[in-house]
């Protein structure tokens, strides 16, 4: 008896010290751990998403549209390790979302101490609701959004859009960073129905930091109206693959219009099948602009103080560079003799741009000659260069004469556009210059914000980014000689009373053995209008048409620009001449 009674009383003693060792050894020993443990079924973070900013076009001179906004929409996901009955939830959930679900069952349950699986995106409010309705335990939804196009296919390859890698196009990827703000974060201690509880020391909320709303220079009026007028040509003039069209305030840089056509729905990016659509051929696409670019050959010369348009030089058709002989366009045999400077840019001579370049050398093509037209290209122009407009874009190339490539004949070619890789954005911005009293304005498609009460707030800048590119001489004496190629080249069809000026280029692309052909061309026009008394130009237009057959810039550009000035003139309400 005495020792079944101390068996008794030893017994319980040993078990009250391994109970009081195990208390010790959670408790103490590994506190930590165990208290780690029990904040995981505790306490929860979410993700505070922050909301994306949206994009506004301009509708006047103050007013503004939305271009892409949120639509409200809810990420269905599941907590695995909550879940208790899986069958229960597939069998609900399955015809509510149905081909809404963005993985597989089995994948799901692979894990099942995971606590977070994102099972549809984008759901709407109706199917949110009857998730909701469900009633499943471990289900879950948080509220997000999607990106909507009231415009749909307009301003495609400006606006853009970002994919699921984050990977974006246009403004929506250039300033995506803007665009997106910053997430923030909740981490705290939930009930047993996994809601969020107000208390508790481990609560931390970060709130998150919504996106801008950005406002675009792009006036919506005159976008629509841009691209209407490029799908007319395009699918009126057999030979147009690809069209594109610039509209520039040449005053202080900013984009009234920026088209590509053919263009795309960026509310179903996905699924386009041929990626080039994606390109805003205006930033990305360099090309060789053609006789354009006589306009810049002779504002150098004029700057400079060698060149007159009223001087003289003997025309044959043809000039001698090196061992090349250069003609005039279409093997012109007309206006021989003794002809104007001005003259020769009304009929786009080969031979005027390449002997005022030879002027600028003091008679022949030297290396003088050539730094100082690459000098003006490149930094009086910016040509050749990123601009620093808010969009992707490419540098394209100018080869500067210090290598061996950059000799005379390639400079005599870039005189009249050759040989060269300049964007349109480059040319537009180069030439708002030279016709703007000669001030370089950088390129802006930004115009302000759209505030958190709904109010437009333009962009402000301590310093205009402008420089002063040629003399305001200069620039006067480029306006008059192209008023002059128009009246010379179709000034009829513009209305009366207005200053414009235009000058055509019609660029040969290189064929597969890296030969110029004209068999493909590229039209372009590019030109200015404004008061009819004499006042600076209020816009300036770039036409570019790639072509798979001959295509040229006095017939076919042209027609394009003068549809968007006369558009431009009515629309700016600027005055005629009284």
Known sequence: MNTRYGFLKVVPALLLVAVAFRLFDIQVIHHEEYKAKAAETRIKQYELEAKRGEVYLMDGDEDVVPAVINERTWTVFIDPSYVKDKDTVQKALD????????????????????????????????????????????????????????????????????NVEGVGTGIEGSLNERLSGKNGMLKTVTDVNQIPLSIGDDNIEIPAEDGENIVLTIDENVQRKVESILKNATEQKPGIS??????????????????NYPTYNPEEYWKVTDASLFTNRATESPYEPASVCKTFTYATAI??????????????GVTEVGDRKIHNANGSTSHYGNITFTEALDYSLNTGSVEALRRIGGGQISKQARTTLYNYLTDHFSLGKKTGIELYEEAGTIVSPEKQEGNAVRYANMTFGQGMNLTMVQVAAGFSALINDGDYYQPTIVAGVVNDSGEFIPKTEEEPKYRHA???????????????????????????????????????????????????????????????????????????????????GSYDAVPVFTEISNYMLQYLRIPPAR
């Open 95 to 162: 015809p509510i979302l149905g081909e809404q679900m963005i993985v597989g069952w089995d994948k799901v349950w692979e894990n099942m101490k995971s606590q977070y699986i994102e099972i549809a995106h984008h759901v709407n409010y109706d199917t949110v609701a009857a998730v909701k309705g469900a009633n499943l335990r471990g289900v879950g939804q948080k509220e997000t959004s999607r990106r909507v196009y009231p415009f749909g296919e307009m301003a495609s390859q400006v606006l853009g859009f970002v």
């Open 242 to 259: 690809k069209a594109a069209a610039l509209v520039m305030n040449p005053n202080n840089g900013h984009i009234y219009a920026m088209a």
């Open 303 to 316: 700057n400079e103080g060698v060149l007159e348009p009223t001087d003289t030089y003997y025309n044959t």
């Open 470 to 552: 040629i003399g305001e001489e200069t620039s006067a004496t480029m306006r008059d000689m192209l008023i002059d190629v128009r009246r010379v080249n179709g000034g009829y069809a513009d209305l009366p009373g207005y200053r414009v000026g235009v000058k055509t280029g019609t660029a040969e692309t290189l064929n597969e053995r890296g030969e110029y052909t004209s068999d493909q061309t590229i039209a372009g026009a590019i030109g200015f209008g404004g008061s009819g008394n004499g006042d600076t130009p209020e816009y300036v237009i770039l036409i570019r048409l790639d072509g798979d057959r001959l295509l040229w």
